[in-house]
């Protein structure tokens, strides 16, 4: 009896394990793939994670590794430029790009698995977790604040606000850009009115803890520009006045 439960749980452990290496494949190809169609459509790269690894690009080259939510995995991007007429689709294909890897390597894999080995049987188990990875990151669904990317796709073909707060989203860096070169340049009212419509855009799409914290930063820095346009306009007429 004691032997018999020592063997079913040695057995439902080797599952598990082995689950979990497939899935970690599976998470890997999924990245891998977002990865690819960001590069391939114009997108900058900020962050990966695939497994307990994520490495992180925006200034240099830096990875850690974390034992939190070990089967899990992101990529994170921004557009290089504000997007223009095509960002609705580039989006829609960087967000299908991992589930496109899941299902192309299961179908690369599936002649290897209709073999009469002990290696088939390998790869078919993998084929069919990494198909279970990629239709599930096809289903509209979220939790703690992380959306799927079949929910992003969903908010791209829905409404046009949820699909401009999600542009939005994908190209903050971007807009900021924009900003810091018409401050740079001293066109301080246009750069006022880029950092209003910057500051406008991250309270619509607060719903991560990254644009609350940019929100407040930018709200700022915001309120300071304002105010000294406000000191300089007010300077210039009293000199005005005093000259008169």
Same mark, same amino acid.
């Given at each position: 009896?004691?032997?018999?439960i020592?063997?079913?749980?040695?057995?439902?452990?080797?599952?598990?394990?082995?689950?979990?290496?497939?899935a970690?494949?599976?998470?890997?190809?999924?990245?891998?793939?977002?990865?690819?169609?960001?590069?391939?459509?114009?997108?900058?790269?900020?962050?990966?994670k695939?497994?307990?690894?994520?490495?992180?690009?925006?200034?240099?080259?830096?990875?850690?590794?974390?034992?939190?939510? #070990?089967?899990? /995995?992101? $990529? &994170?991007v921004?557009?290089?430029? +504000?997007? %223009? !007429?095509?960002?609705? *689709?580039?989006?829609?294909?960087?967000?299908s790009?991992?589930?496109?890897?899941?299902?192309?390597?299961?179908?690369?894999?599936?002649p290897?698995?209709l073999?009469?080995?002990?290696?088939?049987?390998?790869?078919?188990?993998?084929?069919?977790?990494? #198909?279970?990875? /990629?239709? $599930? &990151?096809?289903?509209?669904?979220? +939790?703690? %604040? !992380?959306?799927?990317? *079949?929910?992003?796709?969903?908010?791209?073909?829905?409404?046009?606000?949820?699909?401009?707060?999600?542009?939005?989203?994908?190209?903050?860096?971007?807009?900021?850009?924009?900003?810091?070169?018409?401050?740079?340049?001293?066109?301080?009212?246009?750069?006022?009115?880029?950092?209003?419509?910057?500051?406008?855009?991250?309270?619509?799409?607060?719903?991560?803890?990254?644009?609350?914290?940019l929100?407040?930063?930018?709200?700022?820095?915001?309120?300071s520009?304002?105010?000294?346009?406000?000191?300089?306009?007010?300077?210039?007429?009293?000199?005005?006045?005093?000259?008169?």
């Amino acid at each position: 009896m004691i032997s018999a439960i020592v063997q079913t749980i040695a057995m439902l452990g080797g599952l598990f394990l082995w689950f979990s290496a497939f899935a970690l494949a599976a998470i890997l190809v999924h990245e891998a793939g977002h990865v690819a169609a960001a590069i391939l459509f114009g997108f900058r790269v900020n962050a990966v994670k695939a497994g307990p690894i994520q490495i992180l690009m925006s200034d240099s080259w830096k990875w850690t590794v974390s034992r939190r939510r #070990i089967l899990d /995995g992101f $990529v &994170q991007v921004q557009f290089r430029s +504000v997007p %223009g !007429r095509w960002g609705v *689709g580039r989006c829609f294909v960087f967000l299908s790009g991992g589930s496109v890897a899941n299902l192309c390597t299961a179908l690369l894999a599936l002649p290897l698995a209709l073999r009469d080995t002990i290696m088939a049987n390998v790869f078919a188990f993998f084929i069919l977790v990494s #198909i279970f990875v /990629g239709v $599930v &990151q096809l289903i509209p669904f979220e +939790v703690k %604040g !992380r959306r799927s990317d *079949g929910a992003k796709m969903l908010a791209l073909l829905s409404n046009r606000t949820k699909r401009e707060d999600l542009l939005f989203a994908f190209s903050i860096k971007a807009r900021f850009a924009e900003f810091k070169a018409l401050y740079q340049a001293g066109q301080l009212e246009q750069a006022l009115g880029k950092l209003e419509g910057l500051v406008s855009g991250c309270e619509r799409t607060s719903g991560f803890q990254e644009i609350k914290e940019l929100t407040t930063i930018l709200s700022r820095s915001r309120d300071s520009l304002r105010q000294y346009l406000a000191d300089a306009a007010n300077a210039t007429t009293e000199t005005t006045t005093r000259v008169d």
